[in-house]
């Protein structure tokens, strides 16, 4: 039986995070790398009530999964993810958040500041 992730796209980001986690020794990035390298199955996924819950107007939110459209958010937050659902983008482009995804974080190479890691 094959364990972890089978898409190219997916291997490449566990590459550049490795990578990135060798040179700068920052923690994050080997969270990331080892949340990656989770099969389909055991992804984590986070309804915005969890983010309004969990963070603060100004806060950076890190989703090593896919970010639902379940509640709402009552503050501007800055979301980094794998992936988001249709109605989860709806709803943080209306709250005015930033939305991003965990590919523009590899190609950045910085970390924001303050970090909530949630799932």
């Known amino acids: 039986m094959k364990k972890g992730t089978?898409?190219?796209t997916t291997k490449g980001?566990?590459?550049?995070?490795?990578?990135?986690?060798?040179?700068?020794?920052?923690?994050?990035?080997e969270r990331i790398s080892k949340e990656l390298k989770k099969s389909a199955r055991n992804k984590?996924?986070?309804n915005l009530s969890k983010i309004n819950r969990y963070s603060v107007s100004g806060s950076n939110v890190l989703v090593v999964g896919k970010v639902l459209g379940s509640g709402e958010l009552?503050?501007?937050?800055?979301?980094?993810?794998?992936?988001?659902?249709?109605s989860a983008l709806e709803k943080l482009k209306k709250s005015?958040?930033?939305?991003?995804?965990l590919s523009d974080l590899a190609q950045d190479k910085k970390v924001p500041s303050k970090v909530i890691i949630l799932g």
Do not use: M
Request: charged share 30%; proline share 2%; net charge positive.
């Open 6 to 8: 089978t898409s190219y």
């Open 44 to 46: 984590r996924s986070v």
């Open 96 to 101: 005015g958040c930033v939305a991003k995804d």
């Open 74 to 86: 009552n503050h501007k937050v800055n979301v980094i993810a794998f992936s988001y659902s249709d």
């Open 13 to 29: 980001l566990i590459n550049e995070f490795e990578k990135l986690y060798r040179k700068t020794k920052k923690p994050v990035f």
